[in-house]
């Protein structure tokens, strides 16, 4: 395994995703959301599965109005938070597909080795 940190819990609100690349060396970079919802932890690949089109205009804005959902910024295709399952919009039934990660006292990591694999 090869830890990779990628922040602090303390650092996500419940309607507040934060996106980050990860640099995977010579396959170039991997983009994820980490999300928090009350007291899980989430990431995802920032990728719709029905497109290759990361979530987000502007900068973090992976919720939608309501603060319930993830959202498309493109599209409005709605996303749920915990599970990544497209609930309204071109990818309906489709899911985000989701990271493996660990929390330790508060700090979010995942593991290179396996992200590397999957790119
Ligand atoms: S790219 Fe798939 S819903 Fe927008």
């Keep these: 395994m090869n830890k990779h940190y990628l922040g602090s819990i303390t650092e996500l609100s419940d309607t507040q995703a934060r996106g980050i690349e990860v640099n995977l060396k010579d396959k170039g970079h991997i983009n994820l959301i980490i999300l928090r919802q009350q007291d899980k ?3 995802y690949i ?3 599965p029905h497109r290759d ?7 973090d804005d992976f919720f939608d109005e309501s603060g319930a959902f993830l ?3 493109e599209h409005g295709a709605l996303f749920l938070p915990t599970t990544g399952e497209c609930i309204v919009g071109p990818c309906q039934y489709q899911s985000l597909e989701s990271v493996s990660i660990f929390v330790e006292n508060n700090d979010i990591f995942c593991d290179l080795e396996a992200l590397y694999d999957e790119a």
């Design 53 to 59: 089109l990361k979530l987000e205009w502007s900068k």
């Design 46 to 48: 920032n990728q719709c």
């Design 71 to 73: 959202h498309c910024s």
């Design 41 to 43: 932890v989430y990431a």
